[in-house]
């Protein structure tokens, strides 16, 4: 079975653009969740879906938003990029609402310029 | 209050050694508690988790020992192996809606 897929890979943008990043979970999984990892720094939450509702989110700007769409696969969207932007982003999914058994897909590198 | 800290920051143990990590928490809310070992270029990926209500649970070479009265919780790692070394990231949730990692500890394995 395939695990959690993301794409892009790599991402290149420009301070104030805006970014779509995909993420496609295990196959049987409701549940997704959103991370922005930095350099040397452990990731932080941002968003959790399950059945296509947000059930958590941390504490991000509004800048940031997702969404899940009915085949339980999920974007995030961040809007006037900034600098400090520039991050791993890991997408996570599991079985149902919880954060038990997470697993990782392997994260979109994102730099801004 | 929603800080979990994790230490140290890098830890260097010879092959066959007990390599030890250790987390500390404050909210009282927090009821469970991963470990996720992630290797360059790849997400982190779940080790093994505890529950409040146990003081340790082993599986393989990995322990987690639970300190509820002190907030502390850690992972040791019997006969360290090469292979094992990665960063390690200790991390609590509340609610099924919140979840807070540590810093991450890079732990290298002398062969």
């Known amino acids: 079975d395939a695990g959690v897929t993301q794409s892009p890979t790599h991402l290149i943008k420009t301070r104030g653009q805006h970014v779509t990043l995909r993420c496609s979970p295990i196959?049987?999984?409701?549940?997704v969740s959103w991370y922005q990892q930095v350099l040397g720094q452990g990731p932080q939450f941002i968003f959790q879906?399950?059945?296509?509702?947000?059930?958590g989110r941390g504490n991000f700007p509004d800048r940031f938003s997702a969404r899940q769409f009915p085949n339980y696969s999920s974007e995030l969207n961040v809007n006037a990029l900034l600098l400090g932007d520039s991050a791993l982003y890991l997408c996570?999914?599991?079985?149902?609402?919880?954060?038990?058994?997470?697993?990782f897909g392997p994260g979109t590198r994102l730099t801004v310029l | 209050q929603q800080q979990v800290k994790q230490s140290p920051q890098s830890l260097i143990v010879q092959k066959g050694g007990i390599s030890i990590i250790n987390c500390a928490y404050e909210?009282?809310?927090?009821?469970?508690f991963p470990w996720y070992q992630q290797f360059p270029g790849k997400g982190p990926a779940l080790l093994i988790a505890?529950?409040?209500?146990?003081s340790e649970k082993k599986e393989g070479r990995f322990t987690i020992s639970f300190n509820k009265s002190a907030k502390q919780f850690s992972l040791h790692i019997m006969d360290s192996q090469p292979g094992d070394s990665a960063t390690y990231f200790c991390?609590?949730?509340?609610?099924?809606?919140?979840?807070?990692f540590g810093k991450g500890t890079r732990l290298h394995i002398l062969p």
């Open positions: 505890i529950r409040p209500d146990v």
């Open positions: 996570a999914s599991s079985l149902e609402w919880s954060f038990d058994e997470q697993f």
């Open positions: 196959s049987g999984h409701k549940s």
């Open positions: 991390a609590a949730t509340y609610r099924d809606d919140k979840i807070i």
């Open positions: 879906y399950y059945e296509k509702e947000e059930r």
């Open positions: 909210n009282t809310a927090f009821d469970y």
